[in-house]
């Protein structure tokens, strides 16, 4: 069974940085799409960023683009976002979700399996 466990949430003031990390076991990470997606109360989930399994493509909304930057590990299962000059619209719960394929998505329904999701509270 695939799991996906966050963490490196937290409460930050505005342009402070966090860096997300994800971990995950009971499958082949290494092909897989992983995908950072947040979500408020109240509103659907949105895309943040995803990185194909190699590195090949990677993608962000434009709401984060140019602060975001979203890495991977393949030979730790590991998958990060580092958050730069974060702001109080970025708060949000993070989730990391696995697409098990190889190719890019940014829609919720093409991921196959997600996290409990970390905190981030951005204080202005």
């Known amino acids: 069974q695939v799991q996906l466990v966050e963490s490196g949430g937290g409460l930050v003031q505005a342009g402070d940085s966090l860096r997300l990390s994800c971990a995950a076991s009971?499958?082949?990470?290494?092909?897989?799409?992983m995908g950072w997606f947040r979500q408020v109360p109240g509103k659907a989930r949105e895309f943040a960023a995803a990185?194909?399994?190699?590195?090949?493509?990677?993608s962000y909304a434009e709401s984060v683009k140019g602060r975001f930057t979203i890495s991977r590990d393949n030979a730790k299962n590991t998958v990060h976002l580092k958050m730069n000059n974060l702001k109080p619209e970025d708060t949000a719960t993070y989730c990391c979700?696995?697409?098990?394929?190889?190719?890019?998505?940014?829609?919720?329904?093409?991921?196959?399996?997600w996290g409990q999701g970390t905190q981030v509270t951005v204080s202005s």
């Open positions: 979700a696995a697409r098990f394929r190889n190719t890019w998505s940014q829609w919720v329904y093409d991921y196959n399996a």
């Open positions: 990185i194909t399994w190699a590195g090949g493509r990677i």
């Open positions: 009971g499958g082949t990470f290494s092909t897989w799409t």
